[in-house]
């Protein structure tokens, strides 16, 4: 689907339902959610992190390291 031209409300909704439902302990699951929405991602010595997204005008989303911090602990253990 993701590399498909013919992109449906119904089968936009079907494939992300299958990502909602898949196992939060997969690797694979986070990684092509990255992959699909997020175009880059920069981190800057002060603590900066841009993100820029794969979708048309959505411009890019600065953020500090500092007020993500409570988020990223603690980490999500994958399986191997």
């Not at 339902?17 to 196992?23: E, F, N, T, V």
Request: glycine letters at 6%.
């Amino acid at each position: 689907f993701y590399h498909s031209n013919v992109k449906t409300k119904e089968a936009i909704s079907a494939w992300l339902k299958k990502y909602a439902i898949g196992d939060n302990g997969d690797f694979e699951v986070y990684k092509n959610m990255v992959d699909i929405f997020i175009n880059s991602v920069f981190v800057y010595d002060d603590g900066t992190i841009v993100i820029t997204y794969n979708w048309p005008d959505s411009g890019e989303h600065k953020i500090n390291i500092s007020d993500i911090k409570g988020v990223l602990s603690p980490a999500p253990k994958f399986k191997p």
